[in-house]
């Protein structure tokens, strides 16, 4: 019978590869743990092996095409495999999963993918119980990735069953999340490739808790430290040398509890290897005498950790350079003033940053290099036809950047609706994957919170981003020599210094300047 491999994790935070070369064809008989074909990582090129005798029967992928994980990379006929029994078998794995009726089935709900580069969460609430009724659509639990609040939806109609994870716990893309008796359907009915997939990811949780009275064969120290990326990611919390550990698995391969294990036996006076006491004991050890010197500990993850991944990135391979100017918006706020009141009786919520935006796509008209992307090594720019803006919105759970897509084609008041729609749901933290995808150059507004002059860091792999400082009302002089008083807004740029310099963003500077300072240009452009 055919089954599909499955192309397993290969890389932390890896998503997708580039088929290379494959090393069979269709038709070719395989041996186990011979070389299938090699992959291209964004950091390295993997061999994937068989893991079962056999024969290939398909290849899902021609050569130089982006093949996805946790997706089917080829298929291949096992040899001296038999079909299947009742898939009700592969159903009741666990023992403290209560019996199924006929005319029920249990089911795994699977965590999707919920963004670009995503691989784990936190499971910020459950919204249901173990042994509540569901709907189709109604929402099952809040998590909260790296970029935003995600509210995860119940595919059928059923009974939750289990709950994998507690409140506060990180769940795993690709995992299951919970368990659900699905009303209506005939058990034996399951796709088989599904099963398959689900007995794959069960595998590695069963493989701990076999019971003792079987023969279980001695670990081996496999010097290629097979493991998977959960696993490493764990070795190097706990500052393990995966090479040195005896596992338990085939082929020598180890699992979390191989690790724990070989702390306990190798230091087991000088490791405390229990659970960690919760942060809020660190928070009240304070100086017994008079009740001061207490600190309190919290993990830096989701949003912030996130940011901060980004931000070490970008400062430490873009060469920043800042450009600082000072934009008069009289005139700006004036036509602002006269149309806000008959926009507003429209629905349309007319601020500021509408005119900065689309006066930042007429710039980039002129000048495309600020709406490019160089590669990492600096050998190829790549420009951008539409000018997806980019603006940094001080959210709940952190700095969100959600950007506009298409600003060259849209008219002010389509910006503004695109601006009030994606400050609301970044400042819930409830953003869309798509909002925050495929900017092209950003604005950062922290003149709304005070400041005048920044220097922000560029969101990588962008070549230039703004900050806006606040609206100040300084004294100027006019074209007679006499003194007014002027709107007066500090702006700071910091571009990419590998393909930008110094004239250019000047140049661009004064463009851009010149639309919001003479409103009436900035129409005539848009025509």
């Not at 495999?81 to 023992?95: H, K």
């Not at 609040?149 to 994870?165: C, M, W």
């Not at 509408?354 to 710039?363: D, E, G, T």
């Not at 994606?422 to 922290?446: F, M, Q, Y």
Request: negative net charge; glycine residues 6%.
């Amino acid at each position: 019978m055919a089954k599909d491999f499955i192309l397993p994790d290969i890389g932390e935070g890896i998503v997708e590869c580039e088929v290379v070369e494959w090393l069979v064809a269709e038709g070719d008989t395989v041996a186990e743990d011979q070389p299938i074909c090699d992959v291209m990582t964004d950091k390295a090129l993997v061999q994937i092996p068989a893991v079962h005798d056999g024969v290939i029967n398909k290849l899902y992928y021609a050569k130089g095409d982006i093949a996805l994980v946790h997706a089917p990379l080829f298929a291949m006929d096992v040899a001296g495999d038999t079909p299947l029994p009742v898939i009700e078998s592969a159903v009741n794995v666990e023992a403290d999963t209560p019996a199924v009726t006929s005319d029920e089935q249990l089911e795994d709900f699977i965590l999707p993918d919920i963004g670009e580069g995503i691989v784990e969460c936190e499971i910020v609430e459950w919204l249901v119980s173990e042994g509540d009724q569901i709907e189709e659509d109604q929402a099952v639990c809040d998590v909260m990735t790296d970029k935003a609040l995600v509210q995860i939806p119940a595919k059928y109609t059923g009974t939750v069953v289990k709950l994998f994870y507690a409140k506060g716990d990180v769940a795993q893309v690709h995992s299951p999340l919970f368990q659900m008796s699905i009303a209506g359907t005939q058990a034996n009915v399951v796709d088989i490739n599904d099963a398959l997939v689900k007995a794959q990811t069960k595998a590695v949780e069963q493989k701990p808790i076999e019971s003792e009275n079987k023969v279980v064969s001695a670990p081996v120290i496999n010097k290629k430290a097979v493991a998977s990326p959960a696993v490493r990611r764990k070795a190097r919390e706990l500052d393990v040398d995966l090479t040195t550990v005896p596992g338990s698995g085939k082929n020598g391969r180890i699992y979390k509890e191989d690790i724990a294990q070989f702390i306990k036996s190798e230091v087991p006076n000088s490791i405390d290897t229990s659970p960690l006491q919760p942060a809020a004991d660190k928070s009240t050890s304070k100086n017994p005498a008079n009740g001061t010197g207490g600190s309190r500990v919290e993990p830096i993850k989701g949003i912030k950790a996130a940011m901060a991944k980004q931000m070490v990135a970008s400062v430490t391979t873009i060469p920043h350079f800042t450009f600082c100017d000072e934009i008069d918006l009289t005139n700006l706020i004036a036509l602002r003033s006269d149309l806000k009141e008959q926009y507003k009786q429209q629905g349309v919520k007319l601020t500021m940053m509408p005119f900065f935006i689309k006066a930042l796509s007429l710039a980039m008209k002129e000048f495309p290099v600020l709406n490019s992307k160089v590669n990492d090594d600096c050998t190829e720019l790549t420009y951008f036809d539409d000018h997806n803006i980019g603006m940094a919105v001080d959210s709940k759970i952190g700095l969100l950047v959600p950007n506009i897509k298409q600003c060259q084609s849209k008219s002010i008041v389509e910006v503004a609706n695109e601006v009030s729609r994606l400050t609301d749901s970044a400042r819930e933290g409830r953003v869309s994957p798509d909002d925050l995808k495929g900017g092209t150059i950003s604005i950062s507004n922290i003149g709304a919170l005070g400041g005048t002059i920044a220097t922000p860091i560029i969101n990588k792999p962008e070549v230039a981003i703004v900050a806006l400082g606040k609206l100040q009302h300084l004294p100027r002089f006019d074209g007679q020599g006499q003194v007014i008083s002027a709107a007066i807004m500090q702006v700071s740029w910091s571009g990419d210094h590998r393909v930008i310099d110094g004239g250019t963003i000047a140049r661009f500077n004064n463009l851009w300047k010149s639309y919001l300072e003479s409103p009436a240009k900035m129409m005539m452009a848009m025509s």
